[in-house]
């Protein structure tokens, strides 16, 4: 092991490639899933993992599995990646980090002409981020038995585009089942996403769980009429009644402690024209906390809210849930093991909770799974102006590859 | 005069035929400004003026003016007319109303073997309903010199797709100045959009005015974060700020009395994404008011609201006025003559002021100008619902025919 040697530069040109694939003039990316860029994204990857040697699969849901063989080659593989897809203004390194982190693993390990006994497996994730079809994780979660494969396949986009259709487009739509077949052991590297580690001077995270999320899609509706001729008395607006909503959904908030946090990010307006009253408006939900009573006490509050503004401005109301993430806790012998492989290097670590969803919230139902967090810039992240260091970024890789070794044995 | 005939059932067909252009599920138009479905419209509006013996012309802003000729031809023309574009879920009759009245006049002249003194002009106007350019009345705006045509030619749709693009791909870059010839006098027929003359059972408004209208766009910047690593407390979410706008924005309007109409119709919000706080929201307010001194002080009143907000919020804050009509009085003989033409053809009729704003607001600046409203059901437009009776049409249109043959004698 101690010939292995993570190649920061090497690691960070890979980043910078990548970063070139949907780049936006702000500096960050918009790669959003199936999209032209996606594709371009993993036609670079695919590429790069056959160069390494790796063979490459893809499943019917578009997640690729770039594996390095094992001196035993059908023992269940210790796996590890996440996603190459974007926010529409998102960053450089946020899920493309785990993805390029195992690759480098297996770059060193070829560099040092090392084997290991189970296979080492890349994997990249379809639509991690769940903009374009609104439901995230989706290829992790189908992966894992938690989401239906032809409900997937199903969903469409605001244009009407569906998963299956856009698959096809840029030639994803493999042939492997999803699923199915063992895992030893997951761990995905990926930027903290949050101010802790930048702000404690430490490099690595050891993740100890995620706190759960639940997703809504909110469905205001009102008449639309002339703005023009009809009377302020008379309306019936669904944009102000959401705008309304908003506003208390925020406030909901700020009734329980700690904090959860409540996002609504999308909204969607019909017909969205200046001169009349929208008689339409829908929008998301986003909450988050790592308990799962209190998910469900601001559930309640929040559909109390939405429907106290609902009846006082006539307007009807559909709360739809689009998602319910439980509160995750990983697999411990996987924790320590990120921390003994930080340790053992030398690397300033701790362990931290996640903010944020990530594919290994899936795999951790049915694989041990653990996450190595590096500090990003400022704790931004969904942000062009997401950024890391070169350094943290081979420090990461440097803990992954030695947890991935070790369960490799 | 006696045996000049309205034909209700061809000008009822003539709707008819023209709502199948843009239909929508619901029973309404789609037919925005420059797109395919206005395309066709105008092709097939052209043909029927051409079979009517009309010549046709087109400007450089793709205002179309169909003339019947008169005895004397070079006198200054009677013009009539409206617009062909409606909103993204408009109706059947605003707007395509005043164009086939229009119409109608010159076919029943036609079978009545009737000449006037005048030509008579029937106009169509380019982008009535500002939604795909947001700006309103463009075309009447520029023929009436309140418009400057370059500027109104470099317009883009929220695509970035411009005006002077869009009007050459459809084919109406015409080569005729804009504006530039006398109108000797102006009348546009429409359906009133609010439940006065229905309520009433009154069958044509005669129009004195149209009330004053400011229009703006707010830009709200904020800083975008992850949804699910970003505390409440850090955030500066811009959506959040527009929100606490649009409802501090409706409430302005209740403060003056009587009260002006405000709305926010349109929103647009950046990235739009699920999981990220957003970081900038942009929506439109249109006011109006009958008096120019309230419209002035509620302007004031939603640039404190939003103002207050903003700073509260730590957000920024950008106001552009996009519009500015001042109220209009139309003249005084052709109102005139509106009420007399009712009366001799023994119609039900009142004066009546208007709620929105039109083309005839700007051609009022540059020749006598009068409307004449028919009733809409239950006042409803700007919807797919809006409905009109092919007898109130026919009774409006030959109000129209009566008021033209007199002011082109």
């Known amino acids: 092991m101690h010939d292995?040697?993570?190649?920061?530069?090497?690691?960070?040109?890979?980043?910078?490639?990548?970063?070139?694939?949907?780049?936006t003039p702000g500096g960050g990316v918009c790669r959003l899933a199936l999209t032209d860029p996606d594709k371009q994204a993993r036609g670079l990857f695919v590429s790069w993992c056959r160069e390494a040697g790796c063979a490459v699969r893809v499943d019917k849901l578009g997640n690729i599995f770039a594996r390095?063989?094992?001196?035993?080659?059908?023992?269940?593989?210790?796996?590890?990646?996440?996603?190459?897809d974007t926010q529409p203004l998102g960053g450089r390194f946020d899920g493309i980090f785990g993805v390029l982190?195992?690759?480098?693993?297996?770059?060193?390990?070829?560099?040092?002409?090392?084997?290991?006994?189970?296979?080492?497996?890349?994997?990249?994730?379809?639509?991690?981020?769940?903009?374009?079809?609104?439901?995230?994780?989706m290829g992790s979660g189908v992966f894992s038995g938690r989401v239906n494969l032809e409900e997937a396949l199903a969903m469409t986009d605001e244009s009407g585009l569906s998963v299956r259709g856009e698959l096809a487009r840029i030639g994803y739509d493999g042939p492997e089942a999803v699923g199915g077949f063992p895992v030893h052991a997951y761990f995905e590297a990926h930027i903290e996403q949050g101010p802790v580690l930048e702000r404690e001077g430490i490099t690595v995270g050891a993740v100890e769980g995620a706190q759960g999320?639940?997703?809504?899609?909110?469905?205001?509706?009102?008449?639309?009429?002339?703005?023009?001729?009809?009377?302020?008395?008379?309306?019936?607006?669904?944009?102000?009644?959401?705008?309304?909503?908003?506003?208390?959904?925020?406030r909901?908030?700020?009734?329980?402690?700690?904090?959860?946090?409540?996002?609504?990010?999308?909204?969607?307006?019909?017909?969205?024209?200046?001169?009349?009253?929208p008689g339409q408006a829908a929008f998301?939900?986003?909450?988050?906390?790592?308990?799962?009573a209190t998910l469900a006490a601001i559930d309640a509050d929040m559909r109390?809210?939405?429907?106290?503004?609902?009846?006082?401005?006539?307007?009807?109301?559909?709360?739809?849930?689009?998602?319910?993430?439980?509160?995750?806790?990983?697999?411990?012998?996987c924790i320590a093991s990120v921390r003994a492989a930080a340790k053992a290097l030398g690397i300033p670590h701790r362990d931290i909770y996640?903010?944020?969803?990530?594919?290994?919230?899936?795999?951790?139902?049915?694989?041990?799974?653990?996450?190595?967090?590096?500090?990003?810039?400022?704790?931004?992240?969904?942000?062009?102006?997401?950024?890391?260091?070169?350094?943290?970024?081979?420090?990461?890789?440097?803990?992954?590859?030695?947890?991935?070794?070790?369960?490799?044995?």
């Open 354 to 409: 996640s903010g944020a969803g990530h594919d290994a919230c899936n795999l951790s139902h049915i694989a041990p799974t653990g996450m190595i967090f590096v500090p990003c810039e400022g704790g931004v992240s969904h942000n062009e102006k997401e950024n890391a260091k070169p350094e943290d970024l081979a420090a990461g890789a440097a803990v992954l590859l030695r947890v991935m070794t070790e369960w490799a044995e």
């Open 284 to 292: 998301t939900i986003d909450s988050r906390h790592p308990h799962a």
């Open 213 to 250: 999320a639940r997703r809504f899609r909110v469905t205001v509706g009102g008449e639309e009429g002339h703005a023009g001729t009809l009377p302020m008395t008379g309306r019936r607006d669904a944009l102000l009644g959401a705008a309304r909503m908003i506003d208390a959904l925020n």
């Open 304 to 333: 109390a809210a939405c429907a106290a503004i609902a009846k006082a401005d006539g307007l009807t109301l559909h709360i739809e849930q689009t998602s319910d993430s439980t509160p995750v806790a990983f697999d411990k012998a």
């Open 101 to 137: 982190a195992g690759l480098e693993v297996v770059r060193a390990l070829n560099d040092a002409g090392i084997a290991t006994r189970r296979p080492l497996d890349i994997a990249v994730w379809s639509d991690e981020e769940g903009v374009r079809f609104r439901s995230g994780t």
């Open 4 to 23: 292995v040697r993570i190649d920061r530069d090497r690691l960070w040109n890979s980043h910078m490639a990548m970063a070139e694939i949907g780049a």
């Open 252 to 277: 909901v908030a700020f009734t329980h402690d700690p904090h959860p946090v409540i996002t609504v990010g999308s909204i969607f307006v019909r017909p969205n024209s200046p001169n009349t009253v």
């Open 68 to 84: 390095r063989a094992g001196s035993e080659p059908d023992a269940a593989p210790v796996m590890t990646g996440s996603h190459l």
